[in-house]
């Protein structure tokens, strides 16, 4: 099992950037795909971006497509999201989850989430 611990989370005005990191312990971490998911208030979670095991391959909700960037460091077991052109819609709790045996769509193991705030 992967455990996942998130970070960068913060407050950012609109049109600003942000990078969320997600430090991975496990020794599987490297053979699992990885991806982000986020929850806003009163809405259901939604899977943002994913990572295959080698970094070969990304895919993204179209809602951030060309905003956001998801990329892994298999040395420092990391994975990272880097958002620009931020927007208000974007406030969320972001969750960095993982997908051993699962797809990433459907992941079957998380994080905590980090609170990310775009203000207008």
């Known amino acids: 099992q992967v455990q996942l611990v998130e970070s960068g989370g913060g407050l950012v005005q609109a049109g600003g950037s942000l990078r969320l990191s997600c430090a991975a312990s496990?020794?599987?971490?490297?053979?699992?795909?990885m991806g982000w998911f986020r929850q806003a208030p009163g809405k259901e979670r939604e899977f943002v971006a994913g990572?295959?095991?080698?970094?070969?391959?990304?895919s993204y909700a179209d809602s951030v497509k060309g905003r956001f960037t998801i990329s892994r460091d298999k040395a420092k077991d990391t994975v990272y999201l880097q958002m620009s052109s931020l927007k208000p819609e974007d406030t969320a709790v972001y969750y960095c989850?993982?997908?051993?045996?699962?797809?990433?769509?459907?992941?079957?193991?998380w994080g905590q989430g980090t609170q990310v705030t775009v203000s207008s």
């Open positions: 989850t993982g997908a051993g045996a699962s797809s990433i769509f459907d992941p079957d193991c």
């Open positions: 990572i295959d095991w080698s970094g070969d391959s990304t």
């Open positions: 496990g020794r599987t971490f490297s053979s699992y795909a």
